[in-house]
DNA sequence: CTATGAAAACTAACATGTTAGTCAACCAGA
DNA sequence: TCTGGTTGACTAACATGTTAGTTTTCATAG
């Protein structure tokens, strides 16, 4: 086994998931690459993955053409598959992509949200605070997810959520790169704050500047990982 | 052949497209979607696809399975796969979706555009002119598409234009079902004018409030079509 | 030692065979 | 006529066989 393939064994069991086969063989693939279990440029071979994870090709087949749909993996026509490097461009793309659902979707929910709506929104900013003071970061990062899924929930779109997490996949493994620090989580909380204030305001203009400001926040951290690892950023 | 099954006959040719089989055949079906020729409801079969187009199952069910991503047709698991009737509320997530993009879009362009793309845009909207001028609505269609396009294409986000297209599919259908008048077209032309003074001023507020006023002429319009054609619509 | 090119080895893409789940038609019994 | 169950036809999903294009290897010529 060459050191440029991936390591099949690292996939998780597929039978924890559910949906159809191919479904499953794809949130396994997934996951793998977005937890940099497999890392840019590493070459996925069908044969192993068939193996590890008892399946045949056809499933697996499928599973691969949805990621590099999605851009997490290149296909090298008749030639080969490997997981795709990290691109600043596709970084920012994503970036962009995800800020313009967000800010759309945090107008509509700070001018039509309910109250219990925004009770839930705020329950969870207090979870959110009560983990920064416990410094259970892994949990924070779990509640700041939950944060934003609220409000694409909120909207009353049912893709809004999906699409958003399209769109940014290579947004979200790149953060995994990210260590977590206690200025961070106490500035991220800050910044959640400001948001739900401005919704409880009903304040979309307010909403959108305070939404702004804090997935502002993001892209220059991740400006900086092309300098720290720049073996898995694009070209070779 | 029960009336409830696609006209495979109507396919068109994929020899005219490129890229791989599977591809092309996608390309194929979302046309024929698209453009309504198959209605929803209507019931596709493979098998009768595979021998038009003169290929295996192989490539037909990968390109439904990217379909039934897009929401353009609903398999039911070991049953059946049918053209996805349209339904009001994907097409007001769409074109939310859609219009989160756009505004992003034009903010961007009207901050950060080139005078040569400034140009580009302006030379578009010179030729939108013409073409209503001419009754040329065929043309003023494909131009409209192209303003829109430009806009995205300005960004620098290449990616940009694929999503926002796949977003609003559906919205894509059911513009389809729209007639278009000398006075829509006018109209049109006018609330694109706003959006280039907009550009041409680098005011990026005015070009959202202008993009956004542009677009919220579409909705009203489509939701008159589930009286007229409720047939196509939702639930049976 | 390097350049070259032919062929072997490997791959995605495509074709086809098989399995198992769904659904409608039919029939028996009330 | 209606109900409930059984069967069989049909389908997507999955498995496997085949093809054709790409890359690497390796012998040979320069």
Known sequence: MNTTDIDATRLQDISAFDGSLAHKVYLALQEAILSLQFLPGQVIRKGPV?????????????????????????????????VAYFSMEDIREG????????????AKVAEDRSEDQFA???????????LVEDLDYSGFYQADEEFHALL?????????????????????????????????????LDEHQAVVDAIRARDADAAQRAMRHHLGQLMPRIEALAETRPELFQSR
Chains 1, 2 share one sequence.
């Open 50 to 82: 068939c193996e590890k994870l008892g399946v045949s090709r056809s499933p697996v087949s499928e599973a691969i053409a949805r990621l590099a749909n999605e851009g997490l993996v290149d296909v090298i026509p008749q030639s080969g598959t490997r």
């Open 95 to 106: 970036t962009f992509l995800r800020q313009a659902l967000e800010l759309a979707s945090v």
């Open 120 to 130: 839930q929104i705020n329950r969870n900013l207090r979870l959110q605070t009560l």
């Open 152 to 188: 694409m929930l909120f909207t009353g779109y049912p893709r809004l959520k999906t699409v958003a997490r399209m769109v940014s996949l290579q947004v979200t493994r790149a953060r995994m790169l990210l260590l977590p620090t206690p200025g961070r989580a106490t500035e991220t």
